[in-house]
């Protein structure tokens, strides 16, 4: 190598070296909040608004008032100017899907997402997760969508309304009377929900992966059953005399555990092996914990189980396919069936003259909760009394003994830490009138909640 080439060489080591101490050396102020302008090479408009929108959800988690504040204006105003809110604008809906997805891989449903926008935030924050899923699912063919994910895209009402992505902030500030800082702190704090969610488990396929066949017995034997069980359910649910309600679910519950056993025993001939599944269900305010009890002793009634996972609003049961379906349709109207008698019976004014309204049904939908639980353990257990007692016992028992162990050891691996929510009852007249809703059996004392 000559001279002048050496030299050259040097010459360019040196450039560098200055360049990285002046990056170094680079403090932020006022005036140059990203320390952009000791950088040799500025990073482009669309890098800043990252950076920003990245700043800005992280202060939002830290509680550091003064930088989101900060951050919220530069976003508000655009880095550059007009060119530079459009920029933002970009990055804004960038960020929200990149996060929706991300929320996906987590465990986490369409319909799941929007419902904790709304209940860590308003309304408005639920309107705005359910754009970004319908933004997000624009990715995917609906063949490699599950049929539930499907369900809840259609009862979300999930549509990509507004005409251009770039146009979509500014649009949706006007949707909702919204100034253009309003749109920025709402979006800042769904991303932060998005990015703070923890894993959950998940539950069925991802959007834009191959769906796996389900092991079901014959659609006509579920289709039968199902139509009997509604149609069972759909007295209990007309009838105004408490004693025909309880006939006819237990009813219900009766043809449930038949069918049970029925799946267990067509799947076991087949050779096939299904597993258990985890499903979540929504349970929403008022009277969380009595709602939850109930959804419980269903799940427990049809070979499940359940755990209340209470920030969030939603218990995950497990159990097989079929099981979970029965649990679900038998929880459905026998909340239908509780709210009524709940709301037609009249809480009293205590001595002090204070409304007792909220704790007569706390109380109420607790002795409901227990008292159905006994119902159906009774129609279950009579039910395989009857079975056991049969001339098939002896292949009948070894396969839903199988089935319990699968569900309880895919339960305690999902779960393998909980703790234990009590129910209060302080309402006397609540707990008898829930018991009276049907009958006067003696309860006996069921186990608390079991919540993560």
Known sequence: MGKNSRERHKA?????????????????????????????????????????????????????????????????????????????????LAFLLREVEHAWQRGWQPAELARVA????????GRLMVDAIAAQMRSYSTATVDRRWQSQLAALDA????????HYVTAWGERQALDRAGVIATMIEVLH???????????????????????????????????RVRALLAKAESTDFPEEADAFTAKAQELMARHRIDHALLVAASGERDQPVTRRVSIDNPYEAPKTLLLQVVAEANSCRAVWMKRFGFTTIVGFPADLESTELLFTSLLVQATRAMTQAKPSIDKYGRNTTRSFRQSFLTAYASRIGERLSAATEGVDREMTASAGAAQLLPVLAARDDAVRDAFERQFPDLTEHATAINNREGWASGRAAADRASLHRRQPVAHE
């Open 118 to 125: 709304r209940r860590e935030y308003t309304t408005r924050h």
């Open 193 to 227: 929900l998005l990015a703070t969610l923890p894993a959950i488990e998940q539950v069925g396929p991802m959007p834009g992966t191959a769906m796996s066949a389900a092991v079901v017995p014959p659609d006509d034997l579920d289709q039968r059953m199902i139509d």
């Open 12 to 92: 360019k080591r040196k450039a560098a070296e200055a360049a990285q101490r002046r990056r170094a050396a680079g403090k932020s102020g006022p005036d140059d909040p990203l320390s952009l302008f000791g950088v040799p090479h500025v990073p482009s408009q669309r890098r800043i608004a990252e950076q920003i929108i990245d700043q800005a959800v992280h202060a939002q988690h830290r509680d550091e008032t003064a930088e989101l504040d900060r951050c919220r204006a530069l976003l508000t105003t655009g880095p550059g100017g007009a060119t530079g809110i459009q920029v933002v604008n970009r990055a804004l």
């Open 159 to 166: 549509q990509v309304w507004w005409e251009h992505d770039d």
